[in-house]
């Protein structure tokens, strides 16, 4: 999407790292939230803002539209990666810890594979990437249903 909208590869470079460097606190900022009210709301957060993160790529016109989007996905990404490995551990059979885990880390190597696969798609039909970037919504919206489905904890604080 960067280079689409004009950026260079050094300033993606940058803003990779930037993305990075936000994720650090807002991971901590996660955490905290997750123990004031519940993990489970500290990830309905993270996957809403992800949702809305993926409706703003279709507006992507400017480096700094890129860079908004950029610091937007640093504020989530570290929290919703930890939140989700922690909210996953409490509701798996303890006995059984590392097959779930396993079972956890092939779905993620497979959503690592199906999210560019869609947006390399959706992007080769539309013409446009900003549009494949949004697509990606949907795969967020169906975690979204899934985790809604899941059991809540009943040792939030």
Known sequence: IGMDIGIKTNELMI????????AFPFS??????ADKT????????GISVYFIICLYALNLNTSRD?????LLVGTSQGGLQALSRSYFGK??????????????NI?????AVM???????????????????????IL????????????RLTTTK
């Open 107 to 111: 779905l993620g190597k497979f959503s």
């Open 66 to 70: 890129f860079w908004i989007l950029a």
């Open 28 to 33: 901590i900022f996660f955490g905290w939230l």
């Open 115 to 137: 999210g560019p696969v869609l947006v390399g798609i959706v992007t080769q039909i539309t013409g446009r990437s900003t549009i494949g970037a949004a697509s990606l919504s």
């Open 38 to 45: 519940s993990t489970r709301k500290g990830f309905l957060l």
């Open 140 to 151: 967020f919206l169906i975690g979204l249903v899934i985790f809604l489905m899941l059991p």
């Open 15 to 22: 803003v990779m790292l930037v993305v990075q460097l936000v």
């Open 91 to 104: 509701i798996i059979p303890k006995e059984s810890g590392s097959e779930f885990f396993g079972f956890y």
